[in-house]
């Protein structure tokens, strides 16, 4: 059985940087790809960014670009969200997510998840 779990969430103060590490088990990581959504409170999950077995990498959110990046390391079976400049209004939830098929923004296309890492942006 697959299992995601997400580490690296925190406080962090605006400008900051964290990393945020999704650790797969289960099954080797080569297999599917992995996307990046977060939630914050009273809003829908969205996505972020994603990378698939092939190490392509999607970036959906323009608030993010240039900011966060999205990489993996499949001898790890680890996947990384890398935020600098981090702004208030990156304060959420953050989760990975497993999909068999593509790279998606839409997380019904996602089966598997992470319990979730909370980050909060704030002075």
């Known amino acids: 059985q697959l299992q995601l779990v997400e580490s690296g969430g925190g406080v962090v103060q605006p400008g900051g940087s964290l990393r945020l590490s999704c650790t797969t088990s289960?099954?080797?990581?080569?297999?599917?790809?992995i996307g990046w959504f977060r939630q914050a409170p009273g809003k829908e999950r969205e996505g972020l960014l994603c990378?698939?077995?092939?190490?392509?990498?999607?970036n959906y959110d323009d608030s993010v670009k240039g900011r966060f990046s999205i990489s993996r390391d499949n001898a790890k079976n680890t996947i990384y969200l890398q935020m600098n400049s981090l702004k208030p209004e990156d304060t959420a939830v953050y989760y990975c997510?497993?999909?068999?098929?593509?790279?998606?923004?839409?997380?019904?296309?996602?089966?598997?998840w992470g319990q979730g890492a909370q980050v909060t942006v704030s002075s």
């Open positions: 997510g497993m999909t068999w098929s593509s790279c998606s923004r839409y997380r019904s296309h996602f089966t598997s």
């Open positions: 289960g099954l080797a990581l080569d297999y599917y790809a």
């Open positions: 990378i698939d077995s092939s190490g392509n990498s999607e």
